[in-house]
């Protein structure tokens, strides 16, 4: 019996990790794509971009399936993020004390991990930095993935009953 319940809290776990991904994904690929919008491009390009990641310079001049996997691979990461975070915070005490502090630090981590560590180890080409689109990166994370993702942890945390 006490197997089964291990296994019903890991398949919460999962479904509330993959929902927190959608989630996230969403919000943070609608942001993304009407400040790409507002700057007078084409999200589509922007999702190449991302593929670009991948595929490299190819996936820039590609069709339509290279803006697409984009969008999926945008999605992937935005679960792994998600993951890292449900993960960690049962870990990690301090990141249930203060939910919107922790969402607003989180999305800061999130940006120096994507900026720092996955870009450059990427296909993506070099990025000049200009701290105006750093600030509006920062604040599209904060909002789109570290808020929502520290109160839904906090929500499923608070409701199931997870091993640690």
């Known amino acids: 019996m006490e197997n089964n319940t291990s296994e019903n809290q890991n398949a919460n776990l999962v479904k509330a990790i993959l929902v927190a991904g959608l989630i996230v994904g969403t919000l943070d690929i609608m942001a993304a ?17 991302i593929a ?48 919107v502090l922790t969402g607003l ?15 450059p180890l990427s296909n993506v080409p070099p990025l000049s930095f200009k701290l105006a689109g750093a600030i509006k990166a920062i604040l599209i994370l904060m909002g789109a993935i570290g808020l929502p993702l520290s109160f839904l942890a906090s929500r499923f945390y608070s409701t199931h ?3 640690r």
């Not at 009407?34 to 084409?42: A, P």
């Not at 630090?105 to 870009?119: D, E, K, N």
Request: glycine share 10%; charged share 10%.
């Open 33 to 49: 794509s009407v400040q790409t919008m507002i700057n007078g491009r084409d999200p589509l390009n922007m999702w190449k971009f």
């Open 161 to 163: 009953s997870v091993a």
């Open 52 to 99: 670009s990641g991948v595929f490299g310079k190819k996936a820039l001049t590609g069709g339509l399936m290279y803006s697409f996997l984009g969008l999926f691979f945008h999605y992937c990461i935005a679960t792994i993020w998600s993951t890292i975070f449900f993960l960690a915070y049962p870990r990690i005490s301090a990141l249930s004390e203060n939910r």
């Open 105 to 119: 630090a989180y999305g800061l981590f999130v940006w120096l991990g994507m900026s720092q560590i996955v870009l």
